[in-house]
């Protein structure tokens, strides 16, 4: 079975801080994205990666950047919180046009 | 623009009580289309992959086709423990996946 793993399953944070959101998967998958979940608004592609060292922008990059650099790792860092970046946070990996598997999930509050 | 919209919201049935939920779909050459079971406070949980109309697959209770403008996952016999959102997800031919905001089942003995 395929197992992604998220660092955190809560979060509080004040504004201001950097935050890093660390998500590893165990099944050798190329790709990884990183969405926020909000109600009302469904899931948000923040940021994919389809190689090591790799980033691709997704539809709301603003506020977020990433690190690749293993395979299995996909960190999402917010530079300095705020409290418009309190949601749910989720990882998932996939090959190449397959299947996305997600994580649990973290909920980050921003206070 | 690639659009995803599912129906109802909000789906209460009672134990055995039979329904579908809807997914309709525009996009720029469908790759293929996802559904997934998410529980509360937990993250999405992969059920099937459809590729082409007139697909179907099952899992248990569960039945999902495909035409080429929607999609539908057909709940059969209902239990509670079938309560969640269930999230349908369509990917373009560039690989973007494209989510709908969900329905929520609700499941009573």
């Known amino acids: 079975d395929v197992k992604v793993t998220q660092s955190s399953r809560y979060l509080v944070k004040r504004t201001g801080e950097k935050v890093f959101l660390e998500c590893v998967q165990d099944?050798?998958?190329?790709?990884m994205f990183w969405y926020r979940q909000d109600p009302g608004l469904g899931l948000r592609l923040i940021y994919f990666s389809y190689d090591v060292k790799m980033k691709e922008k997704g539809d709301i990059p603003e506020g977020y950047s990433v690190s690749r650099e293993k395979k299995e790792r996909f960190s999402l860092i917010l530079e300095s919180a705020s409290t418009n970046q309190t949601s749910m946070y989720l990882c998932?990996?996939?090959?190449?046009?397959?299947?996305?598997?997600f994580g649990p999930g973290t909920r980050l509050t921003v206070t | 623009e690639d659009q995803v919209t599912q129906s109802p919201e909000a789906l209460r049935l009672q134990e055995g009580e039979s329904s579908s939920l809807n997914c309709s779909y525009t996009v720029s050459g469908l790759r293929g289309l996802f559904w997934y079971r998410q529980d509360p406070g937990k993250g999405p949980e992969f059920l099937f992959t459809l590729y082409s109309a007139g697909e179907e697959k099952e899992k248990e209770r569960l039945k999902a086709t495909l035409t080429k403008k929607e999609s539908f996952l057909h709940i059969t016999a209902p239990k509670p423990e079938d309560s969640a959102t269930y999230l349908c997800?369509?990917?373009?031919?560039?690989?973007?996946?494209?989510f709908g905001a969900g329905t929520t089942v609700t499941v009573r003995a």
């Open positions: 099944m050798d998958h190329e790709n």
């Open positions: 998932a990996s996939s090959l190449a046009g397959s299947e996305q598997y």
């Open positions: 997800a369509v990917q373009a031919i560039d690989y973007k996946l494209s």
